[in-house]
């Protein structure tokens, strides 16, 4: 595998990590991206690689209808499952919209948004998150003092 794809597969797997740790009554916290609370974030993530990776390279997760861990989870499984195909990486791909690409130009985008929104999540339900994804927020804005608003 291609170091591009293990980064991915190392933000992914933090990323799960957060989520795996989010309380039932936490998923309608808000998040530092106002306008969506911790499940939107996380369905935020899977509607990102599924538009922009998973359906141009015709792949369809096998995602629960609910539980966004499991749903995330089938989405991470699904998406190294076709990454890890000899030649997927640089696979000529139709963007829905219109516009061709690569998964190899698409993931370093995608890895950055897992990075932020695995802050966002974090932060939303009292985690630490590891120190790559605090400095990748930092480095995309996010205020390291927000914390979610008292009920």
Not at 58 to 64: E, I, K, Q, W, Y
Not at 76 to 103: H, M, Q
């Amino acid at each position: 595998m291609s170091d591009l794809v293990d980064a991915h597969r190392h933000a992914c797997d933090e990323f799960s990590r957060v989520a795996a740790a989010v309380e039932p009554d936490q998923w309608t916290a808000p998040t530092p991206c106002t306008e969506w609370d911790a499940r939107a974030v996380v369905e935020h993530v899977i509607g990102f690689h599924d538009f922009l990776l998973l359906r141009p390279l015709g792949v369809r997760a096998n995602r629960p209808r609910i539980g966004p861990p499991a749903r995330w989870d089938a989405t991470k499984t699904a998406l190294f499952g076709v990454l890890g195909e000899s030649g997927a990486l640089d696979r000529e791909t139709e963007l829905p919209g219109g516009g061709t690409s690569t998964p190899r130009t698409m993931l370093a985008a995608l890895t950055t948004d897992v990075l932020v929104h695995t802050w966002d999540l974090a932060r939303a339900t009292g985690q630490t998150p590891a120190p790559e994804v605090e400095a990748s927020a930092i480095a995309y804005g996010r205020d390291p003092a927000w914390r979610p608003p008292d009920d």
